[in-house]
């Protein structure tokens, strides 16, 4: 298997960051639609998987969960998608390196939380309440998630986001070291399936996950609200800090100053 070392692996991420910036309006808003759906039907994957565990053996059943959730970002990642959380490194970094501005970052980051929360609204409302899969049998699992989530507080969801995102995109990261869709699947699986088993908070995640319970009848749009302002927060922080910067005073300034040679 063919890997990428440390620092091309930031010059790759580097390049990532700039291509996303200068990707049309169009282009950005569809392929964050789909990633906000590929991400929720992870989570919907997840809740199945989990429900149909015997209640004995929940944290069995809860690390099976998380053992499936994986398979959203890898169609991200594979397929193709416009992920905030992962945007959250990547366009950091390309701005550390000074390939793009501020008003580059913020634009992709607004247009990508829109089209993230439409994919996942979309997803929770056609698939979770119209079909009925995140109710009936499945409605206690996700009641309990959900009210997990809306009942932390400010700074416990903050602190969550930050240790979700550094996860989130440490698995991104490893997605760059190998150049074989095996070896990007193996990088990708691990730190999503620890971040959802730990159960720290993830922005996109939540925009399926609440959504479902309030169109089942349960919690409030401005519980969303007040949840996804902690979350996204925390979430920039653990992947433009966290990942981002960490890597980038680490390994970006070869990569700046062989972008300046040439």
């Known amino acids: 298997m063919s890997v990428n070392s440390p620092t091309r692996i930031t010059e790759l991420v580097i ?92 634009r992709n980051w607004l247009l990508v939380t829109v089209a993230n929360m439409l994919g996942a609204l979309f997803v929770a409302g056609c698939f979770g309440h119209l079909l009925g899969l995140t109710e009936g049998a499945y409605l206690n699992k996700v009641l309990a998630a959900a009210t997990s989530k809306t009942n932390a507080d400010f700074l416990h969801a903050f602190v969550s986001g930050i240790g979700c995102n550094w996860l989130v995109c440490l698995a991104v990261w490893l997605s760059y070291a190998s150049r074989e869709m095996s070896g990007k699947i193996l990088g990708i699986w691990f730190p999503i399936m620890a971040f959802v088993a730990i159960g720290f908070q993830h922005v996109v995640a939540n925009m399926f996950l609440i959504p479902a ?5 349960y919690l409030s749009w401005a519980q969303l609200a007040e949840n996804l302002v902690a979350v996204f927060l925390g979430n920039a922080v653990g992947g433009a800090i966290f990942v981002g910067l960490a890597y980038y005073v680490s390994y970006g300034v070869p990569s700046q100053e062989a972008c300046e040679v040439q």
């Open 15 to 106: 390049e990532s960051g700039v291509k996303k910036a200068h990707l049309s309006t169009q282009a950005t808003l569809v392929l964050g639609f789909l990633a906000g759906a590929f991400i929720s039907l992870g989570f919907l994957l997840a809740i199945h998987v989990s429900t149909m565990i015997p209640a004995q053996w929940a944290s069995f059943g809860t690390l099976l969960g998380a053992a499936v959730f994986p398979i959203g970002l890898i169609l991200v990642i594979l397929a193709g998608g416009e992920l905030l959380t992962g945007n959250m490194m990547s366009l950091p970094l390309a701005m550390f390196a000074r390939r793009i501005g501020p008003g580059a970052l913020a």
């Open 213 to 217: 319970a309030i169109f089942a009848g």
